[in-house]
């Protein structure tokens, strides 16, 4: 069986081509390079997940692969086995609830879900698959975004790079970016504390720097794992 697996992000895109349940391909496009790429033919199975409304690409992989296409913009509420806590499911980011049967994939205890990007969201989903609930923050780039655009003595010199680490920063983007990390670090660190008994898993493109001072995995293709468990339900 063939699957292709797209994730659309604000700015990028992510892919997986899968033939006969072995990854053959995968990559990332910046969403303006989509309709240019050479798309795989003769594809059974096309899952897009995607967390904006995206018409264009919609209308692009609609044309190209028909009915073979699944495009998901909120969750599957006809799944079965996921039991969600809002009151409208399909109000949750579709990004996050993949990301939840992602996890799901590799454990099944308790886990911890965080996927740091745009934002940066916390989901708790419990042994028996119901979703207990979340939390969503500013991401990285976004918390920093704030601080230079909307603070006068916080600039952004460009002679000046990003800390990487938590250590006191020894000027102002040093400053600013370790006190995110530190930030999201501890918000991480509090809810671990309160869930103790729930599995970390952590995605996302600002994830591994999070991952790496958790010493736990980083599990970049989470929502693509997500998929699969659907295409497999």
Known sequence: MSVLLIDIGNTRLKWKHIIQ??????????????PHYQWPDDIEHVVVASVSTNDELRALFQQKYGVSLKWLSEPDVGFEGFHHC?????????????AMLGARVHSKNPVLVVDAGTALTIDLLNEHNQHIG??????QQMSAGALFGGTDRVEQYLDEADSGNMYPGTHTRACVSAGILRQQLAFIESVGKQYPQYELFITGGDGRVLAEHTETGYYPNLIFDGMELLCAG
């Open 21 to 34: 349940d072995k990854e053959s391909q995968s990559g990332t496009l910046l969403k303006s390079e989509v």
């Open 86 to 98: 809002y009151p409208d499911p399909q109000r949750l980011g579709v990004d996050r609830w993949l």
């Open 134 to 139: 979340g939390y969503i923050v500013p991401g």
